[in-house]
Structures are given as C-alpha cells and as structure tokens.
T-cell receptor, first 114, second 113 residues
Framework: DVKVTQSSRYLVKRTGEKVFLECVQD?????MFWYRQDPGLGLRLIYF???????EKGDIPEGYSVSREKKERFSLILESASTNQTSMYLC?????????????FGPGTRLTVT | AQSVSQHNHHVILSEAASLELGCNYS??????LFWYVQYPGQHLQLLLK????DPLVKGIKGFEAEFIKSKFSFNLRKPSVQWSDTAEYFC???????????WGAGTKLIIKP
C-alpha cells in the first residue's frame, strides 16, 4: 500500500512565523504535490515537483515555497505565516502505471495562524 | 480558464436511495477524469478514474461514472446508497498531459439511516 505521511495533523502558529510542513511518501514516486483545501473551494494547487530539486508553481504559490532535496520528501514552507493561510494542507504523490496515473494523498495538516 | 463544476454542494438522501452527483468541465481537448472521496476524518482516496475506452467506469464500493464527451460531463452514480457513503465527493480533471488536476468544489453527501 502506498503511504503518504505528513508531519503534523494539527498545527497552530503565530502571524509572521516561518512554518515548515513535511511530507514523505514511501513508493518512489517522482511527482509530488501540495494543495490547500478550503470549504467550497475544493483543492487548489500550491506547488508541485516532478522530480528531485524540480518544482513548478501551481495556481496559488504566493506566500509559499517548497523544497525537494530527496525523492521521498517534499516540504512546504510558509515564509511568514498570515491569518489567510489558515487552512487544511494536503500532500499527494502520483503513481504512473502505463498510460494511467492517480494521486495518493496524505491525511492533511490543519494549520491555524493566529 | 478551465474549470470543473459540481452542481450540488450538499445532498441529503435516505439509505437505499439512488445517487447521482454531477460533474461538468470546460475544456474541449483530451481529458482524464477522476472522482475522489473523503470520508469524515480520513484522507482523500480514489473512487474511480477514466482515461480511455469504455465511457462507463466502475469504481470501488459500488460506484460508477459515465463520461459523456458531448456534454463535458462525468457524473457519479450509485444505485443504492448506504449510511457509510456519508462523505465529501470531489470531481477532478486533468487536461491532456498536464501534471495538474483541476478540482471541483466538492459535494457533501449525508445519508440518513
């Protein structure tokens, strides 16, 4: 079974703090993704990485950065947390099988910025 | 811009009722289509996906979806729902060979026992 783990289920941080969210997958997948999930908005892509040290901006990258130094680990960084970054953050990795693929998700980190 | 619409944000049904959740997308090219489910307190998991072939796709837990290209739709169906189907359901679309999935806003389904 594919396993995607995230470092924290719940996190409370203060405005202006630097926040690190960690994601690890155990299936040697090349592609990894960070989303935020907000009620009524579905999932919005923040960043994705198609290989080690490679990254691409998604739809809402402002205020975020990422790091992928090892294949299994993809980190999301909030340089200076703000209250509008209070959200559920989901990490995913993608498995490709022939012409088909699917994303596997971690349990999410619910971040509250006060 | 490409988008994915899920028509109903909240649906309440009784057990044994039939279910159909709508999903429409706006893109005229090749698409790959997905339905994901998020049970309360659990992570998102794949219900089913369509890449090619038979437009009627069967997934886990008795769910199926039909891709109708002319209607840009990929509606999710289940003939008889159970209380355990209470969850939030998300439709997602991938455009051709792009890495990104475009997600609908989700439909919260509540099944009354």
């Amino acid at each position: 079974d594919v396993k995607v783990t995230q470092s924290s289920r719940y996190l409370v941080k203060r405005t202006g703090e630097k926040v690190f969210l960690e994601c690890v997958q155990d299936m040697d997948h090349e592609n990894m993704f960070w989303y935020r999930q907000d009620p009524g908005l579905g999932l919005r892509l923040i960043y994705f990485s198609y290989d080690v040290k490679m990254k691409e901006k998604g739809d809402i990258p402002e205020g975020y950065s990422v790091s992928r130094e090892k294949k299994e680990r993809f980190s999301l960084i909030l340089e200076s947390a703000s209250t509008n970054q209070t959200s559920m953050y989901l990490c995913a990795s993608r498995r490709t099988t022939g012409d088909s693929y699917e994303q596997y998700f971690g349990p999410g980190t619910r971040l509250t910025v006060t | 811009a490409q988008s994915v619409s899920q028509h109903n944000h909240h649906v309440i049904l009784s057990e044994a009722a039939s279910l159909e959740l709508g999903c429409n997308y706006s893109y005229g090219g090749t698409v790959n289509l997905f339905w994901y489910v998020q049970y309360p307190g659990q992570h998102l998991q794949l219900l089913l996906k369509y890449f090619s072939g038979d437009p009627l796709v069967k997934g886990i837990k008795g769910f199926e979806a039909e891709f109708i290209k002319s209607k840009f739709s990929f509606n999710l169906r289940k003939p008889s729902v159970q209380w355990s189907d209470t969850a939030e359901y998300f439709c997602a679309v991938n455009l051709g060979s792009n890495y990104q999935l475009i997600w609908g806003a989700g439909t919260k389904l509540i099944i009354k026992p």
